[in-house]
């Protein structure tokens, strides 16, 4: 294991022993020791638009301030707590080296003023009037599988211990003498997103008359295209739905144009309207496609946006 996971490690261990005040506040008020700002490009993002985000950290205090080794060499948008609109968990790809425990140097001890010995950390120093520590990405589906169409929250937690030196003191980073244990975190953060499935919903306009004719022999129609890695085989064409409404029909079709296959699934105009709850004429609402892979291997979803109309 190398040292920098060591230490967290360390410092994990550390918040379980002394539990609970181990959250601290980093929404950049006087009071904090830390702060840590999270930031997007935007709110809303498209199929396979970019997503840009910006993590800064900096010292807060207007003085030097004594902190886990390794703190500022982490990638900070890779420490986020994100979840997915069915609130799920989304953990983060990582393809780091890993090391065996074992391999890892033991905390030293250190001797103090009055002889006696105490175990301290590493650390470094965060200057005060230093430049914030800027952590970015030009696109965090990267890193974070956002499979599914809705809106995700976003939240940095950065685990550290600080120390607030005393002149003269040889133990500075003394384990059991920090000034502060625990989690610094951002505000959190929503964005809305349509999904990592490539559709287009037809018509884009939806007559508000629709819902007046529950035997309109017209469809609204979803062409569904494969993800990467994935073909329309892989996808169960009984379990595709529009919002809550299931497909009356699917069928696999073939693009001469990209040379690609894709589905065609095809919903009840009346029950897709109906679908969007209360509409108003000239509004735009979000429609969502979701459904399963074939044979339990998991789930697919994408989205788009259609407007109301009048004729």
Known sequence: MNKSLFCLLIILGIIVLFGSNSLLRANCQDQDIICVDLSFDKGSYSYGEPIGVTVKVENNTGRDVYISKGFSAKTYYLQMRVIDPAGRLVLPKLDLPHDEFPDAPPLPFCVKNDGGFTRVAPYEVLQAGSPPIISQTSDIRDYYPLKFPGDYSFQVQLSAMTWNPVQGDPCTSDISNYESLGVFKSETKYIGTEGSTELRIIPEYW??????????????????????????????????????????KVTKKYSYMNGKYYLKALFNRQAAINSLGDVEVNSWYPVVISGTMKGNSGFFGGGAKVKIINQ
């Open 207 to 248: 007559k508000i008359a629709w819902k007046d004719y529950p035997y309109n022999l017209d469809y609204v129609v979803a062409t569904i295209w494969p993800e990467e890695g994935k073909t329309i085989d892989d996808y169960d064409r009984n379990n595709i739905y529009l919002n809550n409404v299931k497909a009356s």
